[in-house]
C-alpha cells in the first residue's frame, strides 16, 4: 500500500509539473498546459495541440517515459495487491475450514455483536474451544483479528452450521439481536441434532413462549438478566461474589463444573461415597441432574446413573483428569 501510494504522487507530481512546464515553455494558459500534459500521459496523440519548440518536445518526450512507466507501475502494483490479497484470503479461508473441520465438542457462537463478542471472550477466558458464525464482514474480520475460528455465513441455513462442525459440536448459543434469527437458529438446529443443548437470546416473554413451542427451553433476556446481577449484587453481595470466583475457572482453585455420565462410565451404579470423588479427586458433588429435574445436595449413598449430570466443585485440573477417566471406561 505504501509503494502504490508513491507511485499515485509521483503521478500527481507529473501532472503539475509538467502542466506548469507546458504553460511555461510553449507558452500557454495553464489550462492548455494540463491538457497537454494529460494527453501526453494518456498516448492519445496529439490533435489540436503539439509541441512547436525543441525544449517542449523534450519535455514531452520526459513526460511520456517519466509518466508512462509510472503508470505501468501503479497499475501492476494495484494488480498485484488485489491478486496477492485474493490468494491471501483463499489460504486463511483454506486454513480455518482445516482448523473448524479439526475441532470436535466445541461450542458455536451464532452472531459476534456486542453480546456475542463478550461470550467468546469468557469461552476463551474457561479456555472452551468454539467457532463463530457471523454474516457481516467487518464483524467476521474482526472475530478473525481476535484470533478465533470463523464461518462467514448465515447461521440460520442448515449448511452454515454444518460448515461450522454442528455434527460435533457440545452446543449453540444464538446471540442475534433479532429474536426472529435466533428462532431460526434454533430450529434449524433441533432439526439436525434433537439433543444438543441450544440458548437463545431473547427479548420478552412472548419469544420465550415462541422457542418454548419449537423446542428450546433454554432462553436468556440480557436486560433480565443484567436487571437480576445488579439487585443481587445490592441485596445479596457476599453471594454474587463467591458465584463469580467459583464459575470462573481458574488453575489450581476450584470451581463449578458438570459432568455426564455416559454409557459405560465406571462411576454407574456405584454410590458417591463409594466413588471416591473427594477422596481421589478432591470433587464435591453438589447436585444431580436425573430426568429433568435437579437433586441438590445428594446423600452419599445416592447411587448414579446412566445419563446422570454431576454438577461439581473442584479444581479444573482434577475435573479434566476425572473426565479422562470417565471417556476411558465408557
Known amino acids: 500500500m505504501r509503494l ?25 494558459p495553464l489550462a492548455q498546459g494540463l491538457y497537454f500534459t494529460v494527453t501526453t500521459l494518456t498516448t492519445v496523440g496529439y490533435g489540436d495541440l503539439v509541441a512547436r519548440t525543441g525544449p517542449g518536445r523534450a519535455l514531452a518526450v520526459g513526460i511520456m517515459i517519466v509518466g ?15 491478486v496477492e490479497g485474493r490468494l491471501r484470503d483463499l489460504r486463511g ?10 475441532m470436535s465438542a466445541h ?27 457471523e454474516t457481516d464482514a467487518q464483524k467476521a474480520l474482526a472475530a478473525r483479528e481476535g484470533g478465533y475460528a470463523v464461518i462467514e455465513g448465515d447461521a440460520t441455513k442448515p449448511e452454515t452450521l454444518a460448515d461450522a462442525g454442528l455434527a460435533r ?24 441434532r434433537p439433543g444438543i443443548p441450544v440458548v437463545c437470546r431473547s427479548s420478552s416473554d412472548r419469544v420465550r413462549a415462541l422457542f418454548r413451542m419449537a423446542g428450546i427451553e433454554q432462553t436468556i433476556s440480557t ?9 443481587a449484587a445490592l441485596t445479596r453481595p457476599q453471594i454474587t461474589g463467591f ?24 462411576l454407574i451404579g456405584r454410590s458417591i461415597l463409594a466413588s471416591r470423588l473427594r477422596e481421589e479427586y478432591g470433587i464435591v458433588v453438589l ?41 476411558d471406561s465408557a
Open 68 to 82: 508512462v512507466g509510472s503508470g505501468l507501475m501503479l497499475v501492476s502494483l494495484i494488480t498485484s495487491f488485489l
Open 287 to 327: 447436585a444431580i441432574q436425573r430426568g429433568g429435574r435437579y437433586l441438590p445436595n445428594p446423600r452419599a449413598d445416592e447411587v448414579l446413573r446412566r445419563g446422570d449430570i454431576l454438577i461439581l466443585i473442584g479444581e479444573p485440573e482434577r475435573v479434566a483428569g476425572l473426565r479422562a477417566t470417565l471417556e
Open 93 to 102: 479461508g483454506r486454513r480455518m475450514k482445516k482448523r473448524i473441520a479439526g
Open 169 to 192: 459440536a457440545a452446543g449453540i448459543a444464538a446471540t442475534m439481536s433479532d429474536d426472529a434469527e435466533n428462532l431460526y437458529i434454533g430450529i434449524a438446529v433441533r432439526a439436525a
Open 243 to 266: 458465584m463469580d470466583e467459583i464459575t470462573r475457572p481458574v488453575e489450581g482453585r476450584p470451581s463449578l463444573h458438570a459432568v455426564r455420565l455416559e454409557e459405560g462410565a465406571g
Open 223 to 231: 436486560d433480565e438478566i443484567g436487571a437480576q446481577r445488579l439487585v
Open 4 to 28: 502504490i501510494a508513491s507511485m499515485l504522487g509521483l503521478l500527481l507530481l507529473v501532472l503539475v509539473a509538467g502542466s506548469l512546464l507546458f504553460a511555461a515553455v510553449e507558452h500557454l
Open 107 to 133: 461450542h458455536i457462537v451464532c452472531g459476534y455483536g456486542k453480546l456475542g463478542r463478550e461470550v467468546a471472550v469468557q469461552l476463551t477466558a474457561e479456555k472452551v474451544p468454539f467457532v463463530v458464525v
